[in-house]
């Protein structure tokens, strides 16, 4: 399991490095617009993913800031989204480089933003979501910039595979010979 | 791994109920509209998940049909839609649940569509791909309904785990 949240969160970084580049291209007015969507801007959906990712990390962690509500904006402007963007971005590559197995199996304990209730989850089931929340929201910002009539980068995961040999058959010497030896698939890196 | 895409399967199962279910309720005009998306309609944006999901499922089992366009349309309406996919979603339920540790880390070989070449590479990092495209393409329509009807349902996997514990 390890290896998989591993690439996805490389995934998740390499995504947003492709998508704010494109964002930045955009005049602000493009990007600032209200585009009818479930938070408004492009500028609004991004500044929604961090959020959310910040309040992951910090119940994932217990570091960093954890914002109040999931309608925060805690940006005006997409340069420092952007750098606090990459600054999370790592904090999530690291967080899961540094878990075992086992920890990626327990379970956490957290409070729920809109009616404070507390949730056991295990850390696998967790980290699905963030990065399938993470993909969901930046669909949405793929499509406002085609709206826009601007051409988005492709984001698929495949295209990062391919790209980067993370999750192809050219595999470390190493990882391959884990699998021969039967660890169950544990590994697919 | 198997349990992740297990979960994976029921959720894109789920997913597409609530979407489809919200789509169900857009006037005809509004679900054909050109809306500027990469697919143009929430029809056309639709019949791609379709179509990239029946691609890859002929890859991963060597059966079932094989669009030839990434932009072919599977069906013409909505109504023809639905059972399409509902049939989908189950296949790749099944799928799924016929596949053991040691075939998700096993290699399977394919040809890409837009510029066919042959691809080598282990099943569960396919498959992770196979159920970020759909959440990707999801989140089009998603705000595509949004931006027609003001709202749409969550599709957060949190809920899913949550309403299914």
Redesign the interface.
């Known amino acids: 399991?390890k290896a998989?949240f591993q690439?996805?969160a490389h995934y998740n970084r390499w995504a947003n490095r492709l998508l704010l580049q494109a964002c930045s291209s955009l005049p602000d007015h493009a990007y600032h617009h209200d585009?009818?969507?479930?938070f408004g801007s492009i500028h609004g959906t991004l500044n929604h993913l961090y959020v959310a990712d910040a309040i992951w990390l910090h119940r994932l962690s217990g570091e960093g800031e954890s914002p109040y509500s999931l309608e925060e904006q805690p940006f005006d402007l997409l340069a420092d989204l952007s750098a606090a963007r990459a600054i999370l971005d790592e904090r999530l590559i690291a967080l899961i480089d540094m878990m075992d197995e086992d920890e990626i199996h327990n379970s956490i304990l957290y409070r729920t933003i809109r009616k404070p209730l507390v949730?056991e989850?295990p850390v696998?089931?967790?980290l699905?979501?963030v990065?399938?929340?993470q993909?969901?929201?930046?669909?949405?910002v793929?499509?406002?910039l085609?709206?826009l009539?601007y051409k988005?980068p492709a984001?698929?995961?495949?295209y990062f595979?391919?790209e980067t040999g993370?999750?192809?058959?050219e595999e470390p010497p190493a990882a391959a010979e884990v699998?021969k030896l039967?660890e169950?698939?544990?590994d697919?890196r | 791994?198997k349990d992740?895409f297990t979960?994976?399967a029921a959720?894109n199962r789920w997913a597409n109920r609530r979407l489809y279910a919200a789509a169900g309720d857009v006037a005809e005009a509004d679900y054909m509209a050109d809306?500027?998306?990469?697919f143009g309609s929430l029809h056309r944006t639709l019949n791609h998940i379709v179509v990239a999901d029946l691609i890859w499922m002929s890859r991963f089992t060597g059966a079932g049909p094989v669009p030839a366009k990434l932009d072919e349309e599977r069906a013409a309406t909505f109504a023809d839609l639905v059972p399409i996919r509902e049939a989908l979603d189950l296949r790749i339920i099944d799928f799924v649940a016929g596949l053991t540790?040691?075939g998700?880390?096993?290699?399977f070989s394919y040809r890409t569509v837009t510029n066919p070449k042959d691809?080598?590479?282990?099943l569960?990092?396919?498959l992770?791909?196979f159920?970020?495209?759909q959440?990707?393409?999801?989140?089009?329509a998603?705000?595509?309904l949004?931006?027609i009807t003001?709202d749409?349902p969550p599709?957060?996997?949190?809920f899913y785990?949550?309403e299914t514990a």
């Open positions: 399991m998989y690439m996805l585009l009818g969507a479930y949730m989850q696998s089931s967790a699905a979501h990065f399938n929340h993909a969901h929201h930046r669909g949405q793929h499509s406002f085609t709206q009539r988005p984001l698929d995961l495949i595979q391919r993370i999750g192809m058959t699998i039967g169950k698939g544990k697919f | 791994m992740t979960m994976f959720y809306r500027g998306a990469f540790e040691d998700l880390a096993g290699e691809m080598r590479q282990r569960a990092p396919a992770s791909h159920f970020n495209h959440t990707h393409h999801r989140g089009q998603h705000c595509l949004t931006q003001g749409a599709l957060d996997l949190l785990q949550r």
